[in-house]
């Protein structure tokens, strides 16, 4: 039996794992990752289709390239707290451009944050420093102003318009639904980083470094095992000597088994956390009604096979300003190609969905990028459109409106997409919560 204080990780999508490769490389834990799907990666893997690497979710795109907090966990040296998955073939590989836009039916792409300017008037280029210098690294406070009306009063309609449709593909929220300092955080984080990259191998290139790496140090992963209850660790006899005593049922079985744990870093989001916590444990004030008040964002996202004739070839993310729905596309492709058939492509759309009728907002997205794309009846073949909602969502708190990750009890932390840092999206926001996370919890750990 180890000797070590036990960490237990809940939920392996791309939080909870690279929180426990941070625990596991420390030698000093005993880790283990419990997901109640049969595989691991979450929300940020992917299924084979023919030959596409289908997504879970993400769109194998790492938002800030490999200047972002995602990469410099990932790929940091461990001397500066990354975890060093370069040693385990983790890559990212830059997009062909910065940005694109398909405006009335002609692409424009851009080798960087510059290349876009010319698009835009004369007024937005002499307004762009100054959202760039802007001070937003914190939330402007009781703020009144949401981020459309903010970026209405200093740039064209055309500009708000565009960048407007980056957050319609990127978080699924438009600028109105967003605190004006999360908008300015946001685009000062797009444009400040790299361009976005895909990883090699897809989102699932990273979950597989992030496996071995764990492997590695000794932790394990068991799939298929959901976490019901949290409980005091004198709950249950084996368990005493634990801070807490955790529930477990394995899929299709019957009786759950108790686990001992110092330590909990929960990555399936607030709601989950809170039903299977015991009323043993105080929450901190005012968090149940914060969650229970916090609505998790929806999205749709079509895949198309593409064959290579197709006229347009980067990989640049391609913003569809005005359309009714959709934000944009992606074709990963053109970086890696290993995400489709060879001679093939592949491209993700993403749309908001300000209507619940999840039918009825397919079909206005289909409507959308077809009138958008020109080439898209003759090039290309729908594979598959996901609805993202309810327990996997696009995003487990909307962008501006993050959840705690510390939610009052000792020895408990929160990671994922429900706690970002502010302005950082997707996965870079789950990575710049990270680092805090595992302190705490090794702090708690090594307390006892
Ligand atoms: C359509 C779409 C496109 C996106 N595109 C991108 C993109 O290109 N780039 C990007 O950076 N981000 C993107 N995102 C966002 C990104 O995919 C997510 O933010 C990220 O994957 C969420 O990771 P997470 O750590 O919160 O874990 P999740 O992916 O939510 O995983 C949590 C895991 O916990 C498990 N779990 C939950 N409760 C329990 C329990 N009680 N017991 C055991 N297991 C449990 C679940 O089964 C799940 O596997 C996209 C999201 C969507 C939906």
Redesign the pocket.
């Known amino acids: 039996m180890s000797e070590k204080p036990k960490a237990v990780v809940?939920?392996?999508?791309?939080?909870?794992l690279a929180s426990a490769a941070c625990l596991a490389q420390t030698q000093k834990y005993d880790v283990t990752v419990?997901?109640?799907?049969s595989f691991?990666?979450?929300?940020?893997t992917q299924h084979d289709h023919d030959g596409f690497q289908i997504?879970t979710?993400?769109?194998?795109?790492?938002?800030h390239g490999r200047k972002g907090p995602?990469a410099k966990l990932l790929l940091g040296k461990k001397i500066s707290g990354g975890l060093d998955l370069g040693r385990h073939g983790v890559e990212f590989l830059p997009t062909t451009k910065f940005a694109c836009r398909m405006k009335d039916g002609k692409l424009q792409e851009a080798n960087s944050v510059y290349g876009i300017l010319p698009w835009f008037s004369v007024r937005d280029t002499l307004n762009l420093p100054r959202l760039l210098l802007k001070r937003a690294n914190h939330p402007w406070g009781d703020e009144t102003e949401d981020g459309r009306t903010w970026m209405s009063k200093r740039f064209s309609e055309e500009f708000v318009d565009f960048a407007d449709a980056f957050a319609n593909f990127?978080i699924?929220l438009r600028f109105d639904q967003m605190p004006a300092s999360t908008v300015v955080k946001m685009l000062q984080n797009s444009f400040w980083s790299d361009r976005p990259a895909v990883p090699k191998g897809g989102?699932k290139g990273v979950i597989n470094g992030l496996r071995a790496d764990l492997r590695e140090n000794g932790a394990r992963v068991k799939l298929s095992?959901?976490?019901?209850e949290i409980l005091p660790g004198d709950a249950e006899e084996s368990t005493k000597g634990n801070r807490f005593c955790i529930g477990v049922r394995r899929r299709g079985r019957q009786e759950g088994i108790w686990v001992g744990a110092d330590s909990i870093i929960h990555?399936?989001?607030h709601p989950?956390l809170l039903a299977?916590l015991s009323d043993d444990f105080e929450v901190a004030a005012g968090v149940r009604e914060q969650v229970r008040n916090t609505q998790a964002v929806g999205?749709i996202?079509f895949v198309f096979a593409l064959d290579d004739d197709i006229p347009h070839r980067s990989s640049g993310v391609t913003m569809l300003p005005n359309l009714e729905r959709v934000g944009g596309y992606v074709l990963p492709t053109f970086s890696e190609p290993s995400l489709a058939p060879e001679g093939k492509h592949m491209m993700i759309t993403?749309q908001h969905v300000p209507d619940p009728s999840v039918k009825s907002e397919i079909d206005k997205g289909r409507e959308d990028l077809h009138d958008a794309i020109p080439w898209l009846a003759d090039h290309g073949e729908e594979l598959c459109v996901?609805t993202?909602h309810r327990n996997?969502?696009?995003?487990?708190a909307p962008q501006g409106a993050e959840l705690p990750s510390d939610i009052g009890v000792e020895g408990v932390r929160l990671?994922?997409?429900?706690v970002k840092g502010h302005g950082w999206?997707?996965?870079?926001?789950?990575a710049a919560n990270v680092p805090e996370a595992v302190a705490s919890v090794s702090g708690a750990m090594d307390a006892r």
């Open positions: 809940i939920g392996a999508g791309v939080g909870g419990y997901d109640r799907m691991a990666g979450g929300r940020f997504p979710g993400a769109v194998h795109m790492i938002p995602f990127a699924s989102c095992n959901e976490v019901t990555n399936g989001g989950n299977a999205g996202g993403h996901h993202y996997w969502p696009c995003n487990r990671v994922g997409d429900g999206m997707m996965v870079e926001g789950i």
